[in-house]
């Protein structure tokens, strides 16, 4: 898994751009929602968020068998979301989606390579 330090910019951007195209659920319970009733392609966790926060959030993404990736904090969360902070988003865009795994899945390989 990526290390959310390691994240890159275009990871967080298009995280933004699917939040501007209306294609960003935010917040725990609107995420496991969606996630549940099979609207999302990804979900997104801050590396900050509670235990709590995490242990649920793992569990539907393990149910539900959507993709968890561990981005940076709240605050950079909310700021690419258009909110102050934000812990859980989740996209429900396939498109969006698939390019985020892939760059995060690019970075991991850069890091293992060095």
């Known amino acids: 898994m990526t290390q959310p330090d390691q994240i ?3 990871i967080y951007r298009l995280i933004g751009l699917a939040r501007r ?3 960003v659920v935010l917040g725990s319970e609107g995420v496991e ?3 549940r009733a099979g609207q ?3 979900m ?3 590396e900050d968020a509670g235990p709590n926060t995490t242990g649920r959030m793992e569990q539907v993404s393990r149910v539900t068998r959507i993709p968890l990736l561990v981005v940076g904090n709240r605050q950079t969360l909310g700021h690419w979301t258009g909110q102050k902070e934000r812990v859980v ?3 429900s865009d396939q498109g969006f ?3 985020i795994l892939s760059l995060a899945a690019a970075t991991t390989k850069q890091e293992s390579d060095k």
């Open 89 to 91: 988003a989740g996209l």
């Open 40 to 42: 999302l392609s990804l």
């Open 21 to 23: 195209a209306g294609r």
């Open 44 to 46: 997104i966790l801050a």
């Open 33 to 35: 929602k969606a996630a």
């Open 8 to 10: 890159p910019e275009a």
């Open 97 to 99: 989606a698939d390019k």
